[in-house]
């Protein structure tokens, strides 16, 4: 049944984007690892919140020198290598995680994992680009990437059952791993590059990803940094990246801050994530993808082109910005009831979640047709480097301030999609 699946092209694509979905969860429940066993984590290593924020920085340094590294070697080397070597190797680290005897061989492997994690995103973009037309691409896409936002779903669900069941931490960052050693053992068999006749179909018959009769078949990675594009998107990646950072690696810590200051135990505070952390990503995942089938039913109806559909798109989602502004206030009202706080905290950051998720899934479909196919995963590897480096800067501004002092750290995330937005209407065009 299997095989009778994978040899028809037009089934085989679904699966492997079933394939990448599943994966992407895992690359996200890793990462979520880290932020959601926070407080059991720093106990052991008997560190703070500033040494935390630094092994946070450690995983985004790696990943920001990485993403345009994998970008350059799924370019060279093809998404089918590239992605299974990452994923095995972040796996590997998972299981590094869980074994180290100190924390610095344990930041050692959130150093690996952010190395490796990196190369499915520019693999998987170029994987859909090559085996979907372009009005499935922006949906195909984001049923790929809605992975990590599942991810972070089911995270706090699954790592406090895990907990509960397992008792040990290190045990939960073991386990996450071999399943994604799995996961690599599968994609050996379910990828294979896309043949010519399918080719012709995703690239020539919709003229996407086709240079002029003016232009090079591919730029060099020297004239890429002479687009217009490359620097928009850059700094798209640089401004609006650390908002989803946030969400990933500081909102589950500071719901359980909010539970915490309100008497709740360690234990209450954790099944507080358990039960309501995921919303947001949940609701950003939908969200998420609702948009980026929105912007291919405009392409679809041909009364825009591709990427005025889809600038329309991500620009019309950043009136939802300013919404983070009000989230400190609430957090620290005396009036308000601790349940309609949170409630209204998990509110304002499911909305902030479909941007976000809008901006991650449709701007990487933009980038892949305002450049030619070879030169795809190398864009998407050095805007998105440019994503983890911003969000390294903001992280670190993060830890070194105390909650109390948050109220104008919501206000700059309450601006930054605002500033991309500009930047994408002033710098992104078609390359070729």
């Known amino acids: 049944m299997t095989f009778n699946i ?4 037009d089934k085989r694509k679904w699966v ?3 394939t990448i979905f599943v994966a992407i969860i895992c690359n996200y429940l890793d990462r979520q690892l880290l932020s959601i066993l926070k407080p059991e984590i720093l106990e052991h290593y008997n560190i703070t919140n500033l040494e935390y924020a630094w092994i946070v920085n450690i995983f985004l340094i790696c990943y920001a020198i990485m993403y345009p590294l994998s970008g350059i070697l799924v370019d060279r080397f093809g998404p089918k290598n590239v992605m299974l ?4 190797i972040w796996s590997l680290a998972c299981i590094g995680g869980g074994l180290a005897p100190n924390v610095w061989i344990f930041s050692a492997c959130r150093g690996i994992l952010g190395l490796a994690e990196p190369t499915i995103f520019a693999g998987q973009l170029v994987a859909v680009t090559l085996w979907f037309e372009k009005r499935q691409r922006a949906t195909a896409n984001s049923l790929c990437t809605i992975g990590g936002s599942l991810g972070a779903v089911i995270a706090p669900i699954v790592i406090a059952w895990l907990m509960h069941l397992l008792s040990y931490w290190q045990y939960v960052f073991i386990l996450s791993g071999v399943i994604g050693l799995v996961i690599a053992f599968l994609w050996v068999f379910i990828y294979k590059t896309p043949s010519d006749d ?3 179909k995703t690239l020539n018959a919709d003229d996407s990803n086709q240079p002029s009769a003016n232009s090079p078949r591919a730029f060099t990675f020297g004239q890429l940094f002479k687009t217009k594009t490359l620097w928009g998107g850059l700094l798209i990646r640089l401004v609006s990246d650390p908002v989803w950072y946030f969400c990933c690696f500081w909102l589950p810590g500071f719901l359980r801050s909010m539970g915490a200051k309100e008497n709740l135990s360690t234990q209450q505070t954790l099944d507080l994530i358990q039960w309501i952390g995921g919303i947001p990503f949940f609701i950003g995942a939908i969200g998420g993808v609702l948009t980026s089938m929105w912007s291919d039913k405009m392409v679809k109806r041909g009364k825009l082109t591709s990427l005025s559909a889809r600038k329309l ?6 009136v939802i910005a300013p919404l983070c502004i009000f989230v400190p206030f609430i957090a620290i009202s005396e009036t308000l009831a601790f349940n309609t706080k949170i ?3 998990i509110a304002i950051f499911s909305l902030i979640a479909v941007m976000c998720l809008s901006w991650l899934y449709t701007l990487p479909v933009i980038l892949a047709e305002t450049f030619p196919i070879k030169n795809v995963a190398t864009v998407m590897g050095t805007c998105c480097g440019a994503g983890a480096l911003g969000s390294t800067v903001f992280n670190q501004f993060v830890g070194s301030i ?3 002092g948050w109220t104008i750290l919501f206000i700059v995330m309450g601006t930054l999609h605002i500033i991309a937005a500009v930047i ?3 710098m992104v065009h078609k390359e070729y």
């Open 313 to 318: 798109t991500l620009i019309s989602t950043v």
């Open 343 to 345: 409630g209204l905290v």
């Open 16 to 18: 492997i984007v079933a």
């Open 402 to 404: 105390p909650e109390q």
């Open 424 to 426: 994408l209407s002033k």
């Open 198 to 200: 399918i080719l012709q």
């Open 6 to 9: 994978l040899s028809n092209p």
């Open 85 to 88: 070597g990452g994923i095995a």
